[in-house]
């Protein structure tokens, strides 16, 4: 069975860091680029951060860049998403998916995790 499986979700203060991990079984992410996603709720789905099958190729909102830090083990056969400073703005069910090499929006991702939920509050 091929699956994503997603870790490290809680609930932290803001300004601390968090680091969830995207977990592949089934099948190699050698080949695949991972996607991190998030939905608050009410609020549509958006991207997050993805990272090419080649690991100098990455993206980020821009609502996370400088504060997160995609990366990949595929010696692990996981990829991982630091979160750093993180914000209230961050709350929200996060998940990871695979798409067949490059990156592109939220269109041609193969698999979804089951989620892992991230709540930044006081």
């Known amino acids: 069975q091929v699956q994503l499986v997603e870790s490290g979700g809680g609930s932290v203060q803001p300004g601390r860091s968090l680091r969830l991990s995207c977990a592949a079984s089934?099948?190699?992410?050698?080949?695949?680029?991972i996607g991190w996603f998030r939905q608050a709720p009410g609020k549509e789905r958006e991207g997050v951060s993805c990272i090419s099958y080649r690991d100098g190729i990455t993206d980020y909102a821009d609502s996370v860049k400088g504060r997160f830090t995609i990366s990949r083990d595929n010696a692990k056969n996981t990829v991982y998403l630091q979160m750093s400073s993180l914000k209230p703005e961050d709350t929200a069910v996060y998940y990871c998916a695979a798409r067949r090499r490059y990156c592109s929006g939220d269109v041609g991702y193969d698999y979804w995790g089951q989620g892992t939920q991230v709540t930044v509050s006081s």
């Open positions: 089934g099948f190699t992410l050698d080949y695949y680029a």
